[in-house]
């Protein structure tokens, strides 16, 4: 009957560990994309030149976006290289929230890159 009881725990602690791997490659992969899509913009910016209205503040919003990205990137890999490892549990936890605000914060800084536009 232990083996009964131990087995769901295990299984689940496993399903958790898939997931969040899983979550881990997606956030990833969505870095990527708005790493590439702000570098576009940041070249149609520059191409266009200071004559754009908002250049300045697209040009520090941009340059902005694309470094808090490279950070997330770099928390990222290292989140992957420690999930699993029960005593380095808690330091996950607390770099997979501070990964979840930074991306809201690129989530916000896109949308005001957004609203300032930079045609492509």
Do not use: C, W
């Not at 131990?6 to 791997?21: H, L, R």
């Not at 490279?70 to 501070?98: C, P, Q």
């Amino acid at each position: 009957m232990s083996e009964e009881g131990a087995s769901p725990n295990k299984e689940s602690v496993v399903k958790k560990s898939a997931y969040s791997q899983k979550k881990t490659v997606a956030e990833g992969l969505l870095d990527v994309g708005l790493l590439v899509a702000n570098s576009s913009q940041l070249k149609a910016l520059l191409d266009r030149g200071s004559s754009h209205s908002y250049y300045y503040a697209l040009l520090v919003l941009l340059i902005l976006s694309i470094i808090v990205q490279v950070v997330v990137g770099f928390l990222l890999l290292f989140l992957g290289t420690t999930e699993g490892d029960l005593e380095k549990d808690r330091r996950s936890n607390l770099m997979n929230n501070v990964v979840v605000a930074l991306i809201f914060g690129i989530v916000v800084l896109n949308i005001i890159i957004g609203v300032f536009g930079v045609s492509v």
